[in-house]
């Protein structure tokens, strides 16, 4: 049987992100995004309910969300569903679920390049491998996309 773990939100930061580096040089930024339900009760009001997510970008992204977003930023995210447990120094356990994100669009009308708004308002960010990551970054930052790794695999070595 398959699995699936893919989440899809738009809202907006709750926070600017704070970006921190790993042991190893890694960048991972944390910051949250808040997404509305609204819906009318039985006396006929309208009600409205926030739900605030917490996101999980690694290196690229962390860097991109750091550099160009805000609290209020308007964004698009995917990623996967992520929970950590830990003990606090009273024995107590506790757990986070958070979405790490994968892919990134933002939605503010203004752009990364100075404020120029792109043909549909938002600029697409995904993340890359390690090996593609260097050459990602001399492409133009407006539409970075994920590289499959090469593996060895030869299109001649098909038989049909």
């Known amino acids: 049987m398959a699995n699936l773990n893919k989440v899809m939100l738009i809202g907006r930061l709750g926070q600017d992100p704070e970006i921190r580096y790993t042991q190893s040089g890694s960048a991972v930024a944390n910051t949250t ?68 994100v994968t892919n990134m669009q933002f939605l503010d009308s203004k752009n990364i390049d100075g404020g120029i708004p792109q043909e549909g308002g938002s600029s697409n960010y995904s993340t890359t491998s390690a090996s593609t990551q260097d050459s990602a970054s001399t492409q133009d930052p407006g539409n970075i996309q994920e590289t499959p790794p090469d593996d060895g695999f030869i299109k001649d070595d098909i038989p049909f």
């Not at 970008?57 to 569903?81: I, P, T």
Request: net charge negative; proline share 0%.
């Open 33 to 100: 995004i808040a997404t509305n339900d609204y819906w009318t009760d039985k006396q006929g009001e309208k009600q409205e309910r926030t739900e605030w997510h917490s996101l999980v970008l690694w290196g690229r992204l962390a860097d991109l969300a750091q550099s160009y977003l805000k609290k209020g930023s308007q964004v698009y995210v995917e990623g996967r569903l992520q929970t950590r447990d830990w003990e606090d120094q009273q024995g107590q356990k506790h757990y986070k679920t958070e979405v790490v």
